[in-house]
Structures are given as structure tokens and as C-alpha cells.
């Protein structure tokens, strides 16, 4: 009898899984051909980005990524924000030697190369844009913030995001930055809506490395000619 009754029982199984992860798979699918229909392309507006204080917000208690709450450290994002800087002597767009300092996102590798001159000082996965892809092009950090809340998505695709607190932003192309990201650990894959996600002490090391310099007490700067943006290829 229940050889017979198997068959149906798979039917009946498959058929749940595709309901109760209906909205997921019908994310993945329409990334896969490339009908997303989801309008965010980066995660804030220019002039949200330099309306931003950079300060960490204290009242914000709950983050949603593509729908779901996910776990927010808000007790270690906020003590990160407190620890010392780095000397910045030897930070901005040139070493103690007087090389080059620029930033290499390689969306085939999903990786971040921070280079001196022709030596790679720093290198670790990041995730690319998946639901919008993320800029190609030849940038230097025009603005970067200590954190940012990051909001878009759509409900109904299931994409929807509300990130406070973003860490250590570093905004290269209008709304597109390179930050860390505590939202998930899939580092290597596309993730985002065109950003660079990057685990959180490795943004934390190159946000500090990379100009322009915040002076202490400071939480977000505008690059000048004084204190320039490092450059950032994106390819």
C-alpha cells in the first residue's frame, strides 16, 4: 500500500517546498535570466549619501534582508565604530614611499585587491551586484561614512532590504560603495544591489587605509582636493 502511495507523496512533498519557497525561487530564477524586475540599482540616493552624518544610529533595532530579519549585531557595530584609528601618516592615495594607492573590485573573481604601487597589500572575496549589477568604470571614493542605513529592494519580488548601521562606506560611483556587511557570510558570490560587500574587518581595514582621511571625531568626509579619494577600478 504505501509503495503505491509513494509517488503522491512526492508530488505532494515537492509541491510544499516549491510553496513555502516560492518567493525565494522565483528571486533566483528571474536573477538567472536576467528579468529581476527590481528597480533599486544601488543602495541610496547621492544626496542621501551626503546628507548622512556618518553617526551610528542608536535607535534602530531590527535589519530585513530580502524579506527575512537576519541577526544584527548592533552591541559590536556600535563598540567597532569606537575603536582607535590608524596612524594617518601613512593613509590616503599614496604610501610612506610616495607609490599609489587604488583599489582593484574584480567582478569575475568577486575580489578586492588594495594595491601599493605593484604590490598587493590587502586581498579578500566580496560579493558584487546580483539583483543590479555593479559599475564598471575607472572611480575614486567621492565620499566615505563610518555607517549608513541602506534601504530598497521589492516586497513583492522578495528582495526587499532595510540595513542600518551600515559599516565603513566608501562611495566611489554616486550611490555605489564598498562596506562591510553582517547581513550574510557568502562572500565569493553576487549578493547585492551593486555594491560591494565586503566582510567586516576586512571594510574596516581598507575604509581606514583608503583616502579620503577622517580626522578623529569625524564619522563622514567629502573628498577634496586636499584630502583626494582613492582610486577604485572596477572590472
Known sequence: MLHRLLPL?????????VIFNFQSLRRDLAYKFGISGDPTTSCCTKEQVENSSGDFDENASIAIF????????????????????????????????????????????????????????????VSTGKWAPTPKGDY????????????????EL??????????????????????GAYWHNNFGQPMSHGCVNSPLANAAAIFDWAGPV??????????????????????
Open 214 to 235: 577622517l580626522p578623529d571625531g569625524v564619522n563622514a568626509i567629502h573628498s577634496t582636493p586636499e584630502n583626494p579619494g582613492t582610486r577604485v577600478l572596477v572590472h
Open 9 to 17: 507523496l512526492i508530488i505532494i512533498g515537492f509541491l510544499s517546498y
Open 140 to 155: 575614486r571614493v567621492w565620499h566615505k561614512t563610518r555607517s549608513q542605513a541602506m534601504s530598497g529592494g521589492s516586497k
Open 66 to 125: 530580502n524579506n527575512q530579519v537576519v541577526d544584527y549585531p548592533k552591541t559590536s557595530l556600535a563598540q567597532n565604530q569606537k575603536l582607535p584609528k590608524p596612524n594617518t601618516a601613512v593613509l590616503g592615495t599614496t604610501n610612506a614611499a610616495g607609490e599609489e594607492k587604488w583599489i582593484e573590485v574584480s567582478i569575475p573573481e568577486q575580489k578586492i585587491r588594495a594595491w601599493e604601487g605593484n604590490k598587493v597589500v590587502m586581498e579578500f572575496l
Open 158 to 179: 522578495g528582495t526587499y532590504y532595510y540595513l542600518p548601521n551600515v559599516p565603513n562606506n566608501m562611495f566611489f560611483y554616486k550611490g555605489y560603495a564598498i562596506h
